[in-house]
């Protein structure tokens, strides 16, 4: 009985195993909310008449409610991320420098939509979805690396605020994953790929900024101290910074 169960967890310690259940339970949970409206995919988008214009917009949006949700403005950015108007396409943008900072979600949806819109409502939520496993994978690595099961993975993954992240089509998901991707490279001493990560953190959400100057500020503690920082290194937080700056400048 006892070799069974150890076969047994030996075989559910697995990073695929990981992102199998992660992508069961949002999978479900996408479908969970398709079947609440009719299985109409623009509902993740939570378009609001304030400031989506229901005769203007694609028909495969429908607009729900008065004002809507963050997902609207993703959606305007994921039709074209390269836009300069600050109404197109029947989307009204709010405050475009700052929703125009979070590029990366959107431009993902719009690369993998091929600047289709039809198909644009279907990226975002694919795109969220690909990186929830993401996350699911690179924690079930860092467990492996802190000699845990890889199924503490899940912790990331399944982190409850991501619901509601994937359910509207927000940017927190992609910024996430990134964060993770580049603190686990940096700790696998891999710190090139880890800043590129961490920048393109920045480019999904400003707010990862905090993580390169926490990694600034042990970087320079240390410095000061006369020890040897490892595994970071001094670019590993002056390029999200840098990233940073010529966004806003930009």
Request: with cysteine; glycine share 6%; charged share 15%.
């Amino acid at each position: 009985m006892i070799p069974t169960v150890n076969k047994l967890k030996h075989q559910l310690d697995s990073p695929l195993i990981v992102i199998a259940v992660t992508a069961l339970l949002y999978i479900f949970l996408v479908f969970g909310r398709l079947a609440m409206h009719e299985y109409d995919i623009s509902c993740f988008i939570d378009a609001g008449s304030g400031f989506t214009d229901p005769a203007k917009v694609y028909s495969n949006v429908i607009v729900r409610n008065e004002w809507g949700y963050d997902g609207q403005y993703f959606y305007r950015l994921a039709l074209d991320p390269f836009t300069s108007n600050q109404v197109a396409y029947g989307v009204y943008l709010d405050n475009p420098p700052y929703r125009h900072q979070r590029i990366l979600y959107p431009f993902f949806a719009w690369a993998i939509s091929l600047g289709n819109p039809k198909i644009v409502p279907y990226s975002l939520v694919l795109v969220n979805l690909v990186m929830i496993c993401l996350i699911g994978f690179v924690g079930a690595e860092i467990a492996k690396l802190l000699n845990m099961h890889t199924l503490w993975g899940l912790t990331f993954s399944l982190y409850p605020g991501f619901i509601m992240s994937v359910c509207r089509n927000l940017s927190e998901v992609t910024a996430a994953c990134f964060i993770l991707t580049g603190l686990f490279l940096i700790r696998t001493e891999r710190p090139k790929l880890g800043t590129i990560a961490l920048a393109l953190a920045v480019l999904a959400r400003e707010t990862t900024l905090l993580v390169a100057v926490g990694l600034g500020l042990a970087w320079i503690i240390a410095w000061m101290k006369g020890k040897e920082v490892q595994p970071a290194k001094w670019y590993c937080w002056t390029m999200p910074l840098l990233v940073y700056i010529c966004t806003q400048i930009l």
